[in-house]
């Protein structure tokens, strides 16, 4: 009944921004980290950015500096500012979250929004 969302995603120029965002919905008591995955194509998925209920941050050593991740804890969202893009950040990035929703904490994931650095 758990459903994550992002939107944002499509094309960019390298030195371009973009803004994702993801939306988590349902049957929802609590909501623990939320993080942003990508994963290109013959790569292994790697994680980006993670912020916890309280706010601290975690961010890949490829995007410190160029990436910030925010979450607004009343609407269940979180965000993903990319700015200084590259053709090395191209992949699909996927939202997760560790979401009580009654039984236990379990980790959920949305369909994923491809993000293409190109010229």
């Known amino acids: 009944q758990v459903q994550l969302l992002e939107s944002g995603g499509g094309l960019v120029q390298p030195g371009g921004s973009m803004r994702l965002s993801c939306v988590a919905s349902?049957?929802?008591?609590?909501?623990?980290?939320m993080a942003w995955y990508r994963q290109a194509p013959g790569k292994q998925r790697e994680m980006v950015a993670s912020?916890?209920?309280?706010?601290?941050?975690n961010y890949a050593d490829s995007v410190k500096g160029r990436f910030t991740i925010s979450r607004d804890n009343v609407k269940n969202t979180v965000a993903l500012q990319m700015n200084s893009l590259n053709v090395e950040d191209t992949a699909v990035y996927s939202c997760?979250?560790?979401?009580?929703?009654?039984?236990?904490?379990?980790?959920?994931w949305g369909q994923g929004t491809q993000v293409t650095v190109s010229s």
């Open positions: 912020v916890t209920r309280v706010g601290d941050t």
């Open positions: 349902g049957s929802i008591f609590s909501i623990n980290t």
């Open positions: 997760a979250a560790r979401i009580f929703a009654g039984r236990s904490y379990e980790d959920y």
